[in-house]
């Protein structure tokens, strides 16, 4: 048996966290991985909670949803608070936003806090690519994907007159996550 | 009946789609070239797909004013010459059943898709069930068969919509693909094969077009435009449409045609999944979504030894008696979870004589893995 | 009807279900006229009725493809005919509670997407096949099987409503003005769009026994008297024009 990796985005209505995943799951199939992605968010467009779930697999992939995340994915505290119950025991890694998220301690489970809300605000003067910063940086991290099928997926999946912010978010999210991720 | 291989209209390769796309692909791929629908969720991304992607394919997407204006346009189409196809969700597939009545007394072949949510009423509509199956089989008045089939995932979304065009023109009869919303909004990864088996619609000029001497029981279909001055009709007829609503033995002989059409080719209609079956003392049975979570838990069960097997329904009507009636003789115990009522352990109750334990979870959400292990540890 | 028109009747058809004085038999007659009239060939033609008695003009009568369909539903199931091969030529015919009541919603989104078709609409004023319930057509004070004091609500102008949908071409006539009709249905037949043609027809067994037109004679004099062509109408003073019915064309297809 091949790896199968569960990985949650999570966050409130409106910070992207749905597209997050689907380029992710996107890239993956360009990896030539199995992968299942749903998405779970309120009735409304904005506020609320929303979660995005990719489950990426070497093999063919029998129960589509997550069943306890290997990976966590927090932007909103709210999220964070909720999901963080729901990891795997053995190896889980929780990246979240250091702005948005104030993480509880945990044994047994590495978190790491990424800047993408404070570098979209600062850097990239657009708050709404911080989902961009953080699959940048979750990428860079987990190595779950390869980058370039990654830039591509955005390419693919953003809309022309959105591409190149979220491409260089992307770039500097990847960047961030280099720079957090300790040398194995 | 010609089989044929036609090139994809897709590359082939691996795709990221979500179960509602693949079902536009799958017909588009099926030779689907009218399309009438009407906006409901769970369901309208298969309909936002096909009005883009049958520029490509020149064919005819119509927005129409509700889902009874939606099938009965379809089924103009049909008789036009087309290979045609509607997507809706529950209040929409309540409002078309009459043209499906009309669909199955005039052997119009077409596609339903119902991608299923939470009712009754308007319910929950951005939420998951499985409440419509018996719909599909009882829905509109009178006595007739129809074919459902049930996916569960987004690679059979796409398979099953093109085996539905198949069968709806191999036995000329309305097929219904049961999506559920939780495989509707589910992406995954699926394979666009470079060919695709096709039934051809069956032509004979002058031939009958509403009975046939054959054993099989379906007659040619000719369509409008073709010089056959077809007489098309809701009403009783016989078999070159003239009406004839005060004869009984008409009447009984169409009935009981259409009905027998289906009945007598339910062995190669119907497809079933078996999973651990020879030993299992307790085998679980499920379709859809379901099937997914409870195939996680027999693995799992398995693993720690216990005697579980499931057996998974890809066709839900025409039932499959067969082999329910098979595994009831030799199961201690069937367990059958749903996301209804226990429309289906209804069924299988009829061909058993074994327990058979219900689970029923009507709350709009999923039934998880862990449930499905829990009831059965329970039951061991 | 004449012999010279039995070629458009499919030959084992040897009567019309039609009851004695129903103005429908003038109807067919009048439309196979405007059908030979233009050289049309039933091999081209598709006839989408619903359920009624009108939708029994083109099934089984007529010699074509016929797609006798549910009630309320013609003018969407010709909708997707016409829709997937153009070549069709394609008239619906059926009846005012068919197309106007229980149809009505498709009746004018058809009118509205201007599909290329043409209806013609029997307006005999009531449900005559289900035993003479009050229609949406049925005149203020008319007495039917359900309303026996007379309807209360006012009726549809069939006409009106199409037109507001933006029909290229919408005519008025009774069966009583056969002329004018044939000339119409004509019209509607060569005018490409969406074409309205309603028809005044009488149903003697269902309206005019309970509205005390005795024989189905007085019904036609009535329909004689009471439509009037818009020119006339023009002269009339409100008082006036109370009860008559104004007939012609409300849109020329831009002729």
Partial sequence: MGELKQIRFCGFGGQGVVLAGTILGYAAIKDGKWVSGSNSYGAQARGGSARSEVVISDDPIKFPHVIESDILVALSQSAYDVYIKNVAEKGALVIYDDLMVQPSHLRGVQQIGVPATNTAIHELESKQVANMVMLGASVAITRIVNRQALISSVIENVAERFRDVNVKALEVGYKLGEDHCCPE | MTRRKIDSTLSPGFYYFSGNEAVAEGAIAAGCRYYAGYPITPSSETMERISIRFKDVDGVFIQMEDEIASICSVIGAVWAGAKAMTVTSGPGFSLMQEGIGYAALTETPLVIVDIQRAGPGTGQATRVASGDLMQAKWGSHGDYQTIALSPWSVQEMYDQTIDAFNLAEKYRVPVFLMGEEAIGHLRERMEVKPTVDIFDRAKKPGAPPFGTNQDDGIPPMPAFGEGERLLVTGSTHNEFGIRKTDDPEVHANLVTRINNKILKHRESIIKTEPYYLDDAEIIVVAYGFTARSSLFAVDRLRKEGKKVGLLRLKTIWPFADGIIHQIGRVAKKLFVPEMNRGQVRGEIMKYVACEVIPYNQTNGDIIHPHEIMKQVRSLL | ?255
């Fill in chain 3, 1 to 255: 009807m004449g012999r010279d028109l039995e070629k458009y009747l499919r030959p084992e058809v040897k009567s019309t279900p039609f009851c004695p004085g129903c103005g429908h038999g003038i109807l067919m007659n009048l439309i196979l006229r405007a059908i030979d009239a233009l050289e049309l060939h039933m091999d081209e033609m598709l006839f989408v009725s619903g359920i009624g008695c009108a939708a029994w003009i083109p099934s089984p009568n007529f010699n074509a493809d016929t797609l006798h369909t549910l009630h309320g539903r013609a003018v969407a199931f010709a909708t997707g005919a016409k829709m997937f091969n153009p070549k069709l030529k394609t008239m619906v015919i059926s009846g005012d509670g068919d197309l106007a009541s229980i149809g009505g919603n498709h009746l004018i989104h058809a009118a509205r997407r201007n599909i290329d078709l043409t209806v013609i609409c029997a307006n005999n004023m009531i449900y005559g096949m289900t035993g003479g319930q009050v229609a949406s057509t049925s005149p203020v004070g008319a007495i039917t099987s359900t309303t026996t004091e007379g309807n209360i609500y006012r009726p549809f102008d069939l006409c009106k409503l199409v037109l507001g949908a933006g029909a290229p071409y919408v005519a008025r006539y009774s069966v009583t003005q056969p002329v004018s009709l044939i000339e119409a249905i004509k019209k509607s037949l060569t005018t490409e769009g969406f074409t309205f043609v309603e028809v005044l027809s009488t149903c003697p067994t269902q309206f005019g026994r309970r509205n005390r037109y005795d024989s189905p004679a007085d019904m036609l004099t009535m329909l004689k008297e009471s439509c009037i062509s818009k020119q006339e109408a023009e002269q009339l003073t409100p008082e006036e024009l109370q009860g008559k019915v104004i007939t012609g064309e409300f849109s020329d297809g831009g002729a």
